[in-house]
């Protein structure tokens, strides 16, 4: 198939521009004879002067000059009536050279007229890809402007949004401190208003357990609502109440707490209290609720009853820096997870549980100016050591 291109090659090419030279020159020729035939006594040149421009302007000098070359016999021809210039008069021969000269000028005028045309043609396109490459870049430019607003707006969006699930997710975070710190507490109130109710019933009464229940359900109810009193200063950052406390007799004081917990458990909690304790400073409540939540997890922790006895060891020792209380079970232990990780809020391994009462103990511990840390103890169970200034350096 012939395309445009092979049409532009082929016209282009030396071959078929010194071919319509040549044809030009002929018809020119040709058309001089059909105008003698009504003016005989004058020659007429002027046509082949049009080819040899036309040769020049279609086909270059080169097709000029041959056109011009051409046109010399039938020049001689019409002046002379011969083709020998020995015929020629002198003046003849002057017209004639002015004419070849003419020619030659006119050709070469033409084919440089033809050349300043496409080179400005070929400027006009330039030009005009060029413009055509400047509105593109425009219009990219405009785009990327317009994405790049978009992307600041989608940007001030997600800040806001960002903004907002902070306070949702703190808000919630405190929720579920709370939950988790108050269950415990609840569930004793629970169990000891059910024991109340039962001593009270007349197949069993006896109101000095009934009293002895319903004090203990005050004393919980009290501790539930001094845990949230606490928690929500240590959301707050308020300063945390400074108590001496002796550790041995905090240590005593939460066993006795979780005394039905243990027995339910058929857990044994074994102690090697450090008898040079020294007192502390720190928040009573707080330290509780670390010493509570450890022993807790502890119980979880426990090995099956049949295959070894379930003990929870609660150690205290000193140094002239610090205490040290440690919590050690012989139960299932972090079973090859690292016990760090279960410092992070939310990670459990628990179904039901919330992730959260070793994030709280580190928080206490680290407002106490001291430091928790947890180990696998060999070959079973968790341990957890407490590290507490003896001068309290709290937030
Ligand atoms: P939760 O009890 O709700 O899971 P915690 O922050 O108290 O949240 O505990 C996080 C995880 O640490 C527990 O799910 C458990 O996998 C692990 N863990 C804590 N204490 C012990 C322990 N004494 N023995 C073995 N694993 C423990």
């Known amino acids: 198939m012939t395309t445009a291109g092979d049409i532009q090659t082929t016209a282009e090419s030396p071959g078929w521009r010194y071919a319509l030279a040549l044809s030009l020159v002929v018809l020119a020729l040709g058309l001089t004879l059909v105008l003698q035939q009504f003016e005989s006594d004058r020659p007429t040149l002027f046509l082949f002067f049009a080819a040899i421009v036309a040769a020049a302007w279609f086909g270059g000098v080169g097709p000029g000059c041959l056109a011009a070359a051409a046109s010399v016999p039938a020049g001689l021809y019409f002046y002379s009536g011969a083709l020998s210039t020995t ?55 405009t785009e990327e402007m317009a994405e790049r607003h978009r992307a600041e707006q989608a940007l001030n969006e997600t800040q806001a949004h960002l903004a907002h699930a902070g306070r949702l997710t703190a808000l919630g975070e405190l929720t579920a401190s709370i939950a988790h710190e108050i269950n415990q507490p609840l569930g004793a109130v629970a169990t000891n208003a059910s024991c109340c109710v039962r001593w009270l019933e007349p197949d069993h009464f006896n109101l000095d357990e009934a009293r002895e229940a ?38 005593r004081d939460v066993e006795k707490l979780l005394a ?44 099956p009853a049949s295959e070894r006895k379930r003990i929870i060891t609660l150690t205290t020792r000193h140094n002239v820096s610090g205490i040290t209380l440690t919590v050690a079970d012989n139960g299932i232990g972090f079973e090859g997870r690292d016990p760090d990780s279960f410092f992070d809020a939310f990670v459990t391994s628990k179904s039901e549980g919330l992730g959260l009462g070793l994030s709280i103990c580190r928080s206490i511990v680290e407002s106490h100016g001291g430091r928790i840390s947890a180990t696998q103890r060999v070959p079973h169970g968790a341990e957890f050591d407490i590290f507490l200034p003896i001068e309290g350096d709290h937030d």
């Open 260 to 303: 039905s917990e243990l027995a339910r458990h058929a857990v044994i909690v074994e102690t090697s209290f450090d008898p040079e304790l020294p007192t502390i400073t720190g928040d009573r409540i707080q330290l509780q609720q670390i010493l509570v939540n450890l022993i807790l997890n502890a119980v979880e922790a426990s090995p």
């Open 87 to 141: 015929h020629l008069r002198l003046d003849n021969y002057v017209l004639f050279i002015f004419f070849v000269a003419c020619a030659l000028g006119g050709g070469f005028l033409s084919s440089r007229q033809r050349d300043a045309d496409a080179r400005l043609l070929r400027t006009h396109r330039e030009l005009a890809s060029k413009a055509e490459q400047l509105q593109a870049a425009n219009a990219a430019l």
């Open 214 to 251: 319903a004090q203990s359900v005050v004393q919980d109810a009290n501790r539930a609502s001094e845990v949230i009193k606490r928690i929500r200063s240590l959301a707050s950052r308020n300063t945390a109440a400074v108590d001496r406390i002796d550790l041995n007799a905090l240590c």
